[in-house]
């Protein structure tokens, strides 16, 4: 029989309270990212290939007639989402990746697109993807395919500071610069791509978040907005986008707008780590129970992620869309995809077949969706990794933390050569 530990025991992770409203918007600032960006859960794969050979997987060409489930997609919002991001590519064509997908074809699909009515039926609609690709599925030689949920957190606060609303979030400071990997001062580790611009002329490691929360950016009038509680700040900064609730009604938006540099450090796998929770346990709102529990000790695990975030405001964006992701367009509820940027050509549609728990209380329903891919992440990795963006505020929020599935199939849709001009 094993020895008794001389240790004291690790407490567990409290069972956590019943959600009130205040506590769903609380998710909302962190479940966009949470499995990836608080545990560090990543699907990577490496590969070889078939009849489109890449470094990252295979592609063999399928028919339309093989997707199960494409003739009852609905086809008009796949469309509207994909041309939505036309004139974005028109006036700045995204880079052709590692996959291959060719930006000069997508750029002529996307003027076809725009050449027809801003909202078409749903039989042109589909007549639209089947005449200008090819579906491709999409093989990798090493893991498996991989989906997650994300979205856009809603939270309330202030842009006063007030008894209530007295927790930060700040923006870019006029400090703060970009490093050119090829003249990397000395004073800077390597991997960080922002430093601190100094009077002397040199740049040096930012401040770090232990730093910042202990007042390094005072008084120099960068407060954004103010929220209630640490955890939410700490969660938007993940996330990387947010809306923010004010007392009149009105939301303001905000969006990420460079960062300290130093690592990111996933604060749940350091409690999975010292034993408060096996993965398998853990769950947001137990991490955030575990947080408030102890307010005190809840600071010091999140100080244990130096790296600290910083916001700008977002105009006239349209208010049944999500934030403008890394494709330069505001995302679709249900309809935009994040991949890994170094492989997927943006702009480019993917086909998922999934079963996900996206119903009440998690029941598992059928996802047959052409997506677009718009956004990306540091922790996406992999040809068949996804991020589904589920859509806006709590609810949302509730159903995209549920996904970690694994999909059927996740099939691109190439540009035939003939779309290029």
Same mark, same amino acid.
Request: net charge positive; glycine share 8%; with cysteine.
């Given at each position: 029989?094993?020895?008794?530990?001389?240790?004291?025991?690790?407490? !567990?992770?409290?069972?956590?309270?019943?959600?009130?409203?205040?506590?769903?918007?609380?998710?909302?600032?962190?479940?966009?990212?949470?499995?990836?960006?608080?545990? *560090?859960?990543?699907?990577?794969?490496?590969?070889?290939?078939?009849?489109?050979?890449?470094?990252?997987?295979?592609?063999?060409?399928? +028919?339309?007639? =093989?997707?199960?489930?494409?003739?009852?997609?609905?086809?008009?919002?796949?469309?509207?989402?994909?041309?939505?991001?036309?004139?974005?590519?028109?006036?700045?064509?995204?880079?052709?990746?590692?996959?291959?997908? &060719?930006?000069?074809?997508?750029?002529?699909?996307?003027?076809?697109?725009?050449?027809?009515?801003?909202?078409?039926?749903?039989?042109?609609?589909?007549?639209?993807?089947?005449?200008?690709?090819?579906?491709?599925?999409?093989?990798?030689? &090493?893991? !498996?395919?991989?989906?997650?949920?994300?979205?856009?957190?809603?939270?309330?606060?202030?842009?006063?500071?007030?008894?209530?609303?007295?927790?930060?979030?700040?923006?870019?400071? +006029?400090?703060?610069?970009?490093? &050119?990997?090829?003249? !990397?001062?000395?004073?800077?580790?390597?991997?960080?791509?922002?430093?601190?611009? %100094?009077?002397?002329?040199?740049? %040096?490691?930012?401040? =770090?978040?232990?730093?910042?929360?202990?007042?390094?950016?005072?008084?120099?009038?960068?407060?954004? #907005?103010?929220?209630?509680?640490?955890?939410?700040?700490?969660?938007?900064?993940?996330?990387?986008?947010?809306?923010?609730?004010?007392?009149?009604?009105?939301?303001?938006?905000?969006?990420?707008?460079?960062?300290?540099?130093?690592?990111?450090?996933?604060?749940?796998?350091?409690?999975?780590?010292?034993?408060?929770?096996?993965?398998?346990?853990?769950?947001?709102?137990?991490?955030?129970?575990?947080?408030?529990?102890?307010?005190?000790?809840?600071?010091?695990?999140?100080?244990?992620?130096?790296?600290?975030?910083?916001?700008?405001?977002?105009?006239?964006?349209?208010?049944?869309?999500?934030?403008?992701?890394?494709?330069?367009?505001?995302?679709?509820?249900?309809?935009?995809?994040?991949?890994?940027?170094?492989?997927?050509? /943006? *702009?480019?549609?993917?086909?998922?077949?999934?079963?996900?728990?996206?119903?009440?209380? *998690?029941?598992?329903?059928? /996802?047959?969706?052409?997506?677009?891919?718009?956004?990306?992440?540091?922790?996406?990795?992999?040809?068949?990794?996804?991020? %589904?963006?589920?859509?806006?505020?709590? &609810?949302?929020?509730?159903?995209?933390?549920?996904?970690?599935?694994?999909?059927?199939?996740? #099939?691109?849709? %190439?540009?035939?050569?003939?779309?290029?001009?």
């Amino acid at each position: 029989m094993r020895a008794p530990s001389s240790r004291p025991p690790v407490p !567990r992770l409290p069972v956590p309270r019943p959600p009130a409203q205040r506590r769903l918007a609380g998710l909302a600032a962190a479940m966009c990212l949470f499995w990836l960006a608080v545990f *560090g859960i990543t699907a990577t794969v490496n590969a070889a290939g078939d009849s489109h050979m890449t470094a990252a997987s295979r592609l063999t060409r399928i +028919a339309f007639a =093989d997707l199960d489930g494409w003739p009852q997609d609905r086809h008009a919002e796949a469309f509207a989402a994909f041309r939505l991001g036309c004139a974005h590519a028109i006036a700045e064509p995204p880079r052709t990746r590692a996959l291959g997908i &060719d930006s000069a074809a997508l750029v002529a699909t996307c003027r076809a697109a725009l050449a027809l009515p801003a909202a078409p039926d749903a039989a042109i609609a589909r007549r639209f993807f089947e005449r200008h690709f090819d579906p491709h599925l999409v093989e990798p030689s &090493d893991g !498996r395919p991989f989906l997650t949920g994300y979205f856009e957190p809603e939270v309330p606060g202030s842009l006063t500071r007030t008894d209530r609303f007295a927790v930060p979030l700040y923006r870019r400071p +006029a400090d703060l610069v970009e490093i &050119d990997a090829n003249h !990397r001062p000395a004073a800077v580790p390597p991997g960080f791509a922002f430093g601190r611009a %100094v009077a002397s002329g040199g740049i %040096v490691e930012y401040h =770090d978040r232990a730093a910042i929360e202990a007042g390094a950016l005072r008084d120099r009038g960068l407060e954004l #907005v103010w929220l209630e509680h640490p955890v939410d700040a700490f969660f938007i900064q993940v996330q990387g986008s947010a809306r923010i609730r004010l007392a009149d009604g009105s939301a303001l938006r905000i969006a990420y707008d460079g960062k300290t540099g130093h690592p990111y450090t996933s604060i749940g796998r350091i409690l999975v780590e010292r034993g408060v929770s096996t993965a398998a346990e853990m769950t947001l709102d137990r991490l955030r129970a575990w947080i408030e529990a102890d307010p005190a000790a809840g600071r010091d695990l999140m100080r244990q992620n130096r790296s600290f975030v910083f916001f700008r405001p977002l105009d006239g964006l349209a208010p049944e869309l999500g934030a403008i992701a890394a494709a330069g367009v505001q995302i679709t509820p249900g309809r935009s995809l994040a991949v890994d940027r170094t492989l997927h050509t /943006f *702009g480019t549609p993917v086909w998922i077949e999934a079963d996900l728990p996206l119903g009440d209380d *998690g029941a598992l329903q059928s /996802f047959r969706r052409l997506m677009i891919a718009q956004d990306t992440g540091s922790a996406i990795v992999g040809p068949a990794r996804g991020d %589904v963006f589920v859509g806006l505020g709590a &609810d949302a929020g509730l159903r995209a933390g549920r996904v970690r599935h694994e999909p059927r199939r996740f #099939v691109v849709l %190439v540009p035939r050569p003939d779309a290029r001009p």
